[in-house]
């Protein structure tokens, strides 16, 4: 019986979002209901669904990022890599972003993310699948970072000291 209420409830959301938009929803899985409410931008109905059919937070968030992917909506997808609320933690949502930009055929968009991820051997993972072997092996030589972000400090160090000494030099 609950089934059946639910399978009635979801038919008339389609409905109701079919009518509203003139897309073919009828007969589609929740998932893929929620996921053209996001294509189409009504947050508001795929919320809605998301909490009248108790969508798992991580499932509704990995099928923003899929519908953020393919509108090629970067910066919606920059605002969700900094949500907490359904994303895995640091570096393997950050790495779920990697994957749909590079999906998408978007390297540049990728590197935003990945320029964010603390993991050296990550973030190599991340360049070789974006296509960028130069970008994983130096990724691959830096040191682990010890919690402190010792590693990005002694990178920006030995930066700094470059920029530097190519002033001094061309004094």
């Known amino acids: 019986a609950k089934a059946c209420d639910e399978a009635a409830?979801?038919?008339?959301?389609?409905?109701?979002?079919?009518?509203?938009?003139?897309e073919r929803?009828?007969?589609?899985?929740?998932?893929?209901?929620?996921l053209s409410a996001l294509?189409?931008?009504?947050?508001?109905?795929a919320k809605r669904l998301q909490g009248d059919f108790k969508m798992g937070d991580k499932?509704?968030?990995?099928?923003?990022?899929?519908?953020?992917?393919?509108a090629r909506d970067w910066e919606g997808m920059d605002r969700?890599?900094?949500?907490r609320r359904g994303m895995?933690?640091?570096d393997v949502s950050l790495s779920v972003l990697v994957d749909a930009c590079a999906d998408a055929g978007a390297p540049d968009e990728a590197r935003r993310f990945i320029s964010r991820i603390t993991d050296p051997d990550k973030a190599a993972d991340a360049y070789e699948r974006i296509g960028d072997a130069r970008a994983a092996a130096e990724a691959r030589a830096m040191p682990a970072d010890s919690g402190g972000g010792s590693a990005f400090l002694d990178r920006f160090a030995a930066g700094m000291r470059?920029?530097?000494?190519?002033?001094?030099a061309s004094r």
């Open 80 to 83: 969700l890599s900094r949500e």
């Open 162 to 168: 470059a920029v530097r000494q190519g002033a001094q």
């Open 9 to 22: 409830s979801l038919l008339s959301a389609q409905r109701e979002l079919e009518q509203a938009t003139g």
């Open 39 to 45: 294509r189409l931008g009504n947050m508001k109905v």
């Open 59 to 70: 499932h509704f968030t990995w099928l923003r990022v899929r519908a953020l992917s393919e």
């Open 25 to 34: 929803l009828i007969g589609t899985s929740l998932a893929e209901t929620v």
């Open 88 to 90: 895995p933690p640091g």
